[in-house]
């Protein structure tokens, strides 16, 4: 109860205040310009050559202030935006006329979850471990090699290593496709082949991903080893003759563990929006190559449902990551 | 100077510091261009770096040399705006919250984790869309300054509230000293090495979201910095045509410029923390 009622429902409400806040930011910036969404579009698509006769121009204004929600008031419009978003329905595309928004960002969806999880999670695993070895043993000559290493590779942003490693693995020595989430024309189906290709093209950008994110890991978590390391239970359990394997598993790898859990809550956004642009480098077929493609087009609605939705995720992924916390950390129950 | 002398003993600080100074003289340099960076076809198009054009020249008829003089100074430009900017955000709401406390103080931290926790980038993708056209230096490093404050505004916070709980704090007070004038006098001296090293970052932070903004085709594309001399040889399709010394400049050059703000933060900060001192050099 008291877990409840101390922790729970405190957290709970900053969630929804989180996403409201954001939601809004979301409602609000688009109406900030002094043009005209509609006239905008409208001039957009006379711009791109089709014509249409004034009448049905008429009905599709009207058809476009609806979709907008630009009828009303400020505050009904409002209203009508959190309806919409309740029913999760973001209008329609204009890059892809008339797929419905939803529809666009489902297909794109598990490419870009995918890549996420399967990066995130291996980055953060092998950055734990290696870090942790290197910062156990921290005299040691490989120890100072992987370091000088990633103290190179870790501030280069996402999108310029893409690249580099673009040049290099794929004009250089070219081994891995440049760009796709499959080759061209292959169809979906639950076969060897089929996985094996969606592998293959995944490999460049998740190498991208996982070595500037293990670099991160790596260097945070041989700080924090390093300093565990000087603790009074890691110098009892030398005395008593444990061997070193065991004390650098068992006693203080894991013990450094636990802040990186709370580190990893707290930079998933910064990982969402760094894996975003790198599938746009390889023109993985994720919510990134969306969000280019919309940003391209000039379809602010797509763009809308892009945020809205990245809002939602990225601030549940980490109020789930904050709940589970106790299981790893029997110090904490939240009493 | 002696705290100078200290810092040079680590090779990260000498390193960072040398790098930083030759891109900042390249970024002098542009004052002397003989060429017009916005204008097309002021040299023979698409030649190999060679005496008189040093890094070759591009499709659109520039002196890369030349044109990345400029783009450095303009995306240093950029990062100095928007990461001071910022810098005065992030002490205000800093010291406010740590100092103050109370309900305004709940209140300043329950923003900064509004904006930790939201995917700012596609926020910041929506105003530049709405800015695009009209999108200069200044506004650019206004827009970057607005979302910058909020990790450095709590660690300023920390670190104002673990001064507060020292002797001298009361000693001031009790003597008449004024709020501001504690914060100015007694605090500051403390946080500025910390505020410092959070302007580094920053920094680094705005030129990464400039080069990825150019990328997205959100700034003026008319202005050189990084981020559009690095998009201008992708649309070029500079890599399918082997044109390597247009589009390894600007990779090369922000490479530099990332590692070695990144080196100069961490050596600072290194000197900073007493215990990771001791730790490096007692390894």
């Known amino acids: ?335 | 100077m002696r705290i100078l002398k200290d810092l040079f003993e680590d090779y990260r600080f000498s390193v960072s510091f040398s790098i930083l100074g030759i891109l900042l003289i390249l970024a002098i340099l542009s004052l002397f261009s003989p060429y017009d960076p916005t204008l097309w076809g002021t040299v023979p198009r698409d030649l190999k770096p060679s005496w008189t054009y040093l890094l070759g020249t591009n499709s659109k008829g520039q002196d890369i040399f030349w044109q990345a003089t400029f783009a450095i100074r303009n995306s240093l430009v950029i990062a100095v705006i928007a990461a001071s900017l910022s810098r005065v955000i992030a002490v205000l709401v800093g010291m406010v919250a740590g100092y103050k406390g109370g309900k305004t103080g709940t209140v300043l931290m329950f923003l900064s984790d509004v904006f930790l926790v939201i995917p700012l980038f596609l926020i910041i993708v929506m105003l530049a869309m709405l800015v695009r056209e009209k999108m200069t230096l200044v506004t650019l490093g206004l827009l970057l300054a607005v979302f910058g404050w909020a990790w450095d505004a709590r660690v300023i916070r920390s670190q104002i509230l673990s001064l507060r709980e020292r002797g001298f704090t009361q000693t001031a007070i009790l003597s008449g000293t004024g709020t501001v004038r504690l914060v100015l006098n007694e605090y500051m001296p403390f946080a500025t090495p910390l505020i410092f090293s959070t302007l580094i970052n920053n920094m680094a932070w705005v030129v990464g979201l400039e080069i990825t903004l150019a990328f997205l085709g959100l700034v003026n594309m008319e202005i050189p910095t990084l981020g559009t001399m690095l998009q201008w040889a992708i649309s070029y399709q500079a890599i399918l045509l082997g044109y390597w010394w247009w589009i390894l400049t600007p990779i090369i050059l922000s490479i530099l410029l990332f590692v070695a703000l990144y080196w100069l933060s961490v050596s600072i900060s290194e000197y900073l923390d007493p215990r990771t001192r001791i730790q490096r050099v007692g390894t």
Do not use: C
């Open chain 1, 1 to 335: 109860m008291a877990f409840i009622k101390g922790y729970l429902i405190p957290r709970l409400i900053q969630y929804i205040l989180v996403i409201f806040l954001g939601l809004t930011a979301v409602f609000i910036i688009p109406r900030l310009t002094p043009t005209d969404p509609v006239n905008r579009t409208i001039t957009q698509l006379r711009s791109m050559g089709s014509y249409l006769d004034p009448a049905s121009m008429n009905a599709f204004i009207e058809d476009l202030n609806e979709l907008y929600g630009l009828e009303g008031s400020t505050l009904e419009q409002y209203g009508a935006f959190w309806k919409r978003l309740f029913k999760g329905d973001f209008g329609v595309s204009y890059f892809q006329f008339p797929t419905p928004v939803n529809q666009l960002i489902k297909t794109a969806i598990p490419w870009t979850l995918g890549m996420l999880l399967m990066t995130t999670v291996l980055s953060w695993i092998l950055g734990n471990i290696i870090g942790g070895l290197a910062g156990y043993f921290s005299r040691s000559q490989w120890s100072r090699i992987i370091d000088t290493f990633t103290m190179i590779i870790r501030p280069i942003p996402y999108y310029i290593f893409a690249f580099a490693l673009l040049l290099l693995l794929a004009y250089v020595i070219p081994i891995f496709p440049v760009s796709g989430g499959t080759g061209i024309g292959r169809q979906f189906a639950l076969n060897l082949p089929y996985i094996l290709d969606v592998l293959r093209h995944a490999f460049l950008p998740a190498l991208s991903l996982v070595l500037i994110g293990s670099a991160v890991w790596f260097q945070t978590m041989k700080l924090v080893v390093q300093n565990v390391n000087a603790e009074d239970f890691v110098q009892y359990a030398k005395f008593g003759g444990i061997r070193e394997r065991r004390i650098a598993s068992k006693y203080v790898i894991r013990n450094a563990m636990l802040p990186q859990i709370t580190s990893l809550a707290l930079s998933i956004g910064q990982i969402f929006s760094g894996a975003l642009i790198t599938e746009i480098v390889f023109s993985y077929p994720g919510l990134g190559m969306l969000l280019y493609n919309a940003i391209i087009t000039g379809d602010y609605n797509l763009i809308m449902g892009i945020t809205a939705l990245s809002i939602v995720g990225i601030t549940t992924a980490i109020l789930i990551l904050d709940l589970l916390y106790p299981l790893f950390d029997p110090r904490v129950r939240y009493i």
